[in-house]
Structures are given as structure tokens and as C-alpha cells.
């Protein structure tokens, strides 16, 4: 069987499906990335194939924060960032079109490419299947990614978040009708281009630990647990970063992630000094923030393993993306969110309602003094860490990818 994965954005969105994928090539599958070209090494590098789609995702995150102003952690800020997303729908769809042409016997598709990729495989004739890392079906359990860290009540949220499903789904048969044109095949009818699309299974990438499954989903929507990226030969720590980590306790780690920032030095100057006043030691990476900071106490490094350097920290910083949340949860260590935009602002929240975080400070409100009051409360006080430990050992016993091998090869069998 070949499976062929479809996913887009940033290492977040991308990473967890090289574990997945090896998951599956274990089993005795062949498989294959559709991606970003930026991540065409890390596929390889796992042994997985590798298939381009078009667009570089920092330039499109970059071009996103250049058109965002004032806060973007709530509502509003989240619908700009839709809105420049589907500037890039008509390419990603080529794209798609273009590496589900040249073969596969079943379509995993996740992220933003999810519903656009499930469009192109139902017009040629491929079985597929979701994968995703974020909650977005419909529920009033909490409050929708759009909503941020507000909740609207269980039924505003239940309204709210149907309504951008559908509007997922609006947008996914725009491009079904693109495709279809592109293939020769004819329109389809009136009663199928009504016909929901909500049988389609859809897996999640997360632990019930973290968000459990809500009682209002469909039965299609299943939780299965973390996909943990595939760690590889090819990175080893940097000799500076080693020698730092000997040289004295713990540091705290800071680090945005796939987050640009519009003035680096003043993000930098602002983290310096955070640390000096909470009187740790710090491990700041650059990311696509720009991050630089030097001194006796920090030091900056670029592409740094998650998995190997979080559980030798005091505490991590972030900008509370899917992909750092997990990588935090699973080393075991508190964490300091600082969230600015799409689905930061939701895992914020879960971080504090878990009992890993002591507050959450958006971007927007960013200061020195703020986050050196959080910082000092996460590795002074031991109830973080403690329950920290507890949720990294509930996600050790568990093992998100076997449930999705399993549906997957019995989806090529139908």
C-alpha cells in the first residue's frame, strides 16, 4: 500500500507526520510527504518520499504579520489570518492536484490542505482520511480557535464553530468544482453538492489527556493520541549548546517558533531582560522571531531537537503552537505561553486549565516584567512541575500512531 500524506504550513504542522509516517512504513508500507520544499530534508532524512507543494510557509507567515496590527489573539486577528490564507488557496489546490496525480492508494490529509486534499481524492476516485492536530470540528465543549481563549457558552461555541465548518467545507467544494473542471469530469448535482461531507473519518493528533474527546462529536471524530516526530541521525547538539547545559542549573528555554515578529531586537531586548530579573539562566532560540541574545547566562541557538533539549530545561517559553505545546507536555516541564495568533491562543488555554502553566501572556501585552513574574512562579513554585510529570507520564503510556495505521490500512482494503 501507498500512503500518501497531504499537509502544509509550518515544522509544526509538518514534523508529527514523519513519526506517523515511519509508523506506517513499518508496517510495510511505502509513503510518501507532500509538502513545503523547506521541508523536503526532513522527510528525506526519514526515509520517507517527498513530493513538493508549491509556496514557502515563512514567507506566508511573514507576509501575514507584515498585514496584521494591534492585537491578533481574539477574534478579529484570527479572521485576518483566514483571510490571508485563502490568498494561497488556489495554489496550494494546484499543488495537491499535482502530487495526488502521480499516485497513491489511500490520501491522509491534514491541516489547512485537509479538506482541499480530500476534495482533489474524491474527484479521483483515491480513499482518504483527516489528520489533524487542532480541534476545529464542532462542539460546545469549549471555545472554537476562532474565539480564542474566550468561550461563548456551550451553545454559542457549538454555534460558532458549526458555522466555521462550514464554511471549511463551503470553501473545500469551491475547489472540488475546480477540480473536477481540470479533470474533464462534469459538475456534480444539485443533491451531491448539498450531500454533507460529514461521514469523512477524521483522526486528531492529541491526547485526550490534553483535550478530551467531546461528547457532541460525531462519531467520524476520534481522538488518537500525540504523532511524535521522527528523531533522526542527522541532528546532534551543537558542542556550545552541550557545554552551556553543563556549565551551571537548568536554563529556561525561549523560543517562538514559526511566530515572526515586526522588531526582533525589541522581542530579544525584552526576553534579556525577563530572564536577568528572574535570575536564570536562559536558551533562546531565533526562529523565525529573530531571536539573538549573548551572555554569560544565554545563549542563542538556531534548529534545536524539542524532544532532547526541553526535558533538560527549568521551563519553556513559547509561542504555544501545537507542535511546541506537545514537545513541552512530553518532556515534563512547565510552560510559559505566549500566544499571538490562530490556534495559540486555544492551547494557551489548555495549559493553564491543565495545571502545566501558571498564567498566559499574550504577545499584545508582552513585557519584562510580566514575563518575569510568570517565569519565576513556573520554576519556583514545584506544583508546575509536578503536575507537569503527571501528564508526561500519562502521554508516555500511549501511542497515537497505532489506531491511524490501523484505519488507514483498512480503508485501502474497502
Same mark, same amino acid.
Given at each position: 500500500m501507498h500512503v500518501l500524506f497531504v499537509t502544509s504550513g509550518s515544522t509544526g504542522d509538518v514534523a508529527p507526520f514523519t513519526g506517523l509516517g515511519?509508523?506506517? %512504513?513499518? $508496517?510495510?508500507? =511505502?509513503?510518501? +510527504?507532500?509538502?513545503?520544499?523547506?521541508?523536503?530534508?526532513l522527510i528525506r532524512a526519514c526515509g520517507l518520499g517527498f513530493r513538493r507543494l508549491p509556496l514557502d510557509p515563512r514567507e506566508m507567515h511573514e507576509a501575514c504579520a507584515q498585514r496584521l496590527s494591534g492585537r491578533t489573539d481574539g477574534p478579529?486577528?484570527?479572521?485576518?489570518?483566514?483571510?490571508?490564507?485563502?490568498?494561497?488557496?488556489?495554489?496550494?489546490?494546484?499543488?495537491?492536484?499535482?502530487?495526488?496525480r502521480q499516485g497513491a492508494d489511500v490520501v491522509v490529509a491534514s491541516g489547512q490542505t485537509a479538506l482541499l486534499a480530500k476534495a482533489v481524492a474524491?474527484?479521483?476516485?483515491?480513499?482518504s482520511t483527516g489528520a489533524l492536530l487542532q480541534p476545529v470540528a464542532p462542539t460546545?465543549?469549549?471555545?472554537?480557535?476562532?474565539?480564542?481563549?474566550?468561550?461563548?457558552?456551550?451553545?454559542?461555541?457549538?454555534?460558532?464553530?458549526?458555522?466555521?465548518?462550514?464554511?471549511?467545507?463551503? %470553501?473545500? $467544494?469551491?475547489? =472540488?468544482?475546480? +477540480?473536477?473542471?481540470?479533470?474533464g469530469l462534469p459538475p456534480l448535482s444539485r443533491t451531491a453538492r448539498r450531500r454533507p461531507a460529514g461521514n469523512w473519518p477524521i483522526w486528531y493528533g492529541f491526547s485526550p489527556h490534553v483535550v478530551p474527546?467531546?461528547?457532541?462529536?460525531?462519531?467520524?471524530?476520534?481522538?488518537?493520541?500525540?504523532?511524535?516526530?521522527?528523531?533522526?541521525?542527522?541532528?546532534?547538539?551543537?558542542?556550545?549548546?552541550?557545554?552551556?547545559?553543563?556549565?551551571?542549573?537548568?536554563?529556561?528555554f525561549i523560543g517562538f517558533g514559526s511566530t515572526p515578529s515586526p522588531d526582533s531586537e525589541q522581542l530579544s531586548a525584552v526576553c534579556t531582560e525577563a530572564l536577568r530579573r528572574a535570575g536564570v539562566r536562559g536558551v533562546v532560540q531565533a526562529g523565525w522571531s529573530g531571536l539573538a541574545a549573548e551572555s554569560d547566562d544565554i545563549l542563542t541557538v538556531g534548529e534545536v531537537s524539542h524532544r532532547w533539549l526541553f526535558p533538560r530545561t527549568a521551563a519553556v517559553v513559547h509561542h504555544a503552537g501545537g507542535g511546541t505545546t506537545a514537545a513541552g507536555l512530553r518532556a515534563g516541564v512547565p510552560a510559559v505561553p505566549v500566544p499571538a495568533f490562530y490556534d495559540q491562543p486555544f492551547w494557551s488555554a489548555r495549559l493553564r486549565?491543565?495545571?502545566?502553566?501558571?498564567g498566559v501572556l499574550p504577545m499584545a501585552d508582552l513585557t519584562a516584567d510580566g514575563l518575569a513574574a510568570l517565569i519565576t512562579r513556573a520554576v519556583r513554585e514545584p506544583a508546575w512541575r509536578s503536575r507537569a510529570a503527571e501528564l508526561r507520564t500519562a502521554l508516555a503510556?500511549?501511542?497515537?500512531?497505532?489506531?491511524?495505521?490501523?484505519?488507514?490500512?483498512a480503508l485501502a482494503a474497502r
Open positions: 515511519v509508523r506506517l %512504513q513499518q $508496517a510495510g508500507h =511505502a509513503v510518501t +510527504v507532500a509538502t513545503h520544499e523547506r521541508f523536503a530534508g478579529l486577528g484570527t479572521l485576518m489570518v483566514a483571510k490571508q490564507g485563502t490568498a494561497y488557496t488556489a495554489d496550494l489546490a494546484h499543488g495537491i492536484l499535482q502530487a495526488v474524491d474527484c479521483l476516485g483515491m480513499p460546545g465543549a469549549f471555545a472554537p480557535m476562532a474565539l480564542g481563549r474566550r468561550s461563548a457558552g456551550r451553545i454559542g461555541n457549538r454555534l460558532i464553530s458549526g458555522a466555521l465548518w462550514r464554511a471549511f467545507h463551503h %470553501q473545500a $467544494a469551491s475547489t =472540488a468544482r475546480w +477540480v473536477r473542471a481540470e479533470l474527546r467531546p461528547g457532541d462529536w460525531s462519531p467520524e471524530h476520534r481522538v488518537a493520541g500525540y504523532w511524535w516526530p521522527e528523531e533522526t541521525s542527522v541532528w546532534q547538539p551543537d558542542p556550545r549548546l552541550a557545554d552551556f547545559l553543563a556549565a551551571g542549573p537548568p536554563p529556561v486549565s491543565l495545571g502545566v502553566a501558571p503510556a500511549e501511542d497515537g500512531t497505532a489506531p491511524v495505521v490501523e484505519a488507514v490500512e
